[in-house]
């Protein structure tokens, strides 16, 4: 069974950094490549980044690129999202998801995604 636990969200001020965890469990995690989507509050699913599944391919958003940072750590079946500079645009619930289909930016649909961690961008 597919799990995955977002953790390290907060209440953070403009131009502050977070690092956001997801601890994943129940599949092979190398093999598949690993999304961060966001829900801002009132709007639907919004993709931020992904990577593959031996890390060696990132992408992002117009939105994030230059401040967020994907990675991912497959021994310790963890995926992180480093987040620098932040916009009170950025706050939101975020999820890392396995398996999206999107266009563009927005999320249709995930197959496996966490509980989410609240990002708060706020003086």
């Known amino acids: 069974q597919v799990r995955l636990v977002e953790s390290g969200g907060g209440l953070v001020q403009p131009g502050g950094s977070l690092r956001l965890s997801c601890a994943a469990s129940?599949?092979?995690?190398?093999?598949?490549?690993m999304n961060w989507v966001r829900q801002p509050p009132g709007k639907g699913l919004e993709w931020v980044s992904s990577?593959?599944?031996?890390?060696?391919?990132?992408t992002y958003a117009d939105s994030v690129k230059g401040r967020f940072t994907v990675s991912r750590d497959n021994a310790k079946r963890t995926l992180y999202l480093q987040m620098n500079s932040l916009k009170p645009e950025d706050t939101a619930v975020y999820y890392c998801a396995e398996g999206i289909q999107r266009t563009g930016t927005v999320v249709a649909s995930t197959t496996s995604r966490g509980q989410g961690t609240q990002v708060t961008v706020s003086s």
């Open positions: 990577i593959t599944g031996l890390g060696l391919t990132t």
């Open positions: 129940g599949f092979r995690f190398s093999s598949y490549s």
